[in-house]
């Protein structure tokens, strides 16, 4: 990363292409893991019709995928109904919400200037930025294994060979792209 900059309602931040393709690439993969079965559901004019098929729609997210769990933690500790009738109430707003959120960043990444990847960030859209970039480095620190801060000690002390270390640095540099965009909020 090279440059972040803001003038008015806009950030300008300045991306190798290394980075926008690794950014555009975790994007896809988190947008690929809260998509269903590539089934839409049926559009429904009617707001009270549309509301009750999210109801009836089954959880299409694999909770035996731990990244899945922390994003979306049981409501209930303790009480496996209560926090399945919270996530049937809330699960398909809230996957929406990330899928919309995930989209922006994807078309302001796809909208970049060739060749500098130079990607305005509409301050107006920055929560949806951030709120994407967070889930990003969540769903990396549960597949490296962090729960405190020994672990990221731990992963940071690795030998460069080990696959574990360049994931690490991964999940070290979006921190480094959050932390400067709210700089600039």
Request: charged letters at 30%; a negative charge.
């Amino acid at each position: 990363m090279r440059d972040f900059a803001r003038s008015g309602p806009t950030i300008l931040m300045k991306l190798t292409d290394y980075e926008a393709t690794l950014l555009e690439s975790l994007v896809e993969q988190f947008s690929g893991l809260l998509e269903s079965d590539g089934e839409e559901a049926p559009e429904v004019g009617d707001s009270f019709a549309r509301w009750q098929a999210e109801l009836a729609e089954p959880d299409l997210l694999d909770h035996s995928d731990p990244v899945i769990r922390r994003l979306f933690p049981d409501a209930y500790a303790g009480d496996a109904e209560a926090s399945g009738e919270f996530r049937r109430l809330t699960q398909s707003r809230q996957r929406s919400e990330r899928l919309a959120q995930a989209e922006v960043v994807m078309s302001a990444l796809r909208d970049s200037e060739a060749g500098t990847h130079r990607v305005q960030v509409r301050v107006i859209e920055l929560d949806a930025w951030l709120k994407t970039l967070t889930a990003l480095r969540l769903s990396l620190a549960v597949r490296l294994g962090i729960e405190t801060p020994a672990d990221a000690e731990e992963l940071d002390a690795l030998d460069e060979d080990d696959p574990r270390s360049y994931i690490y640095r991964v999940y070290e540099w979006i921190a480094y792209l959050t932390e400067n965009l709210l700089g600039l909020r």
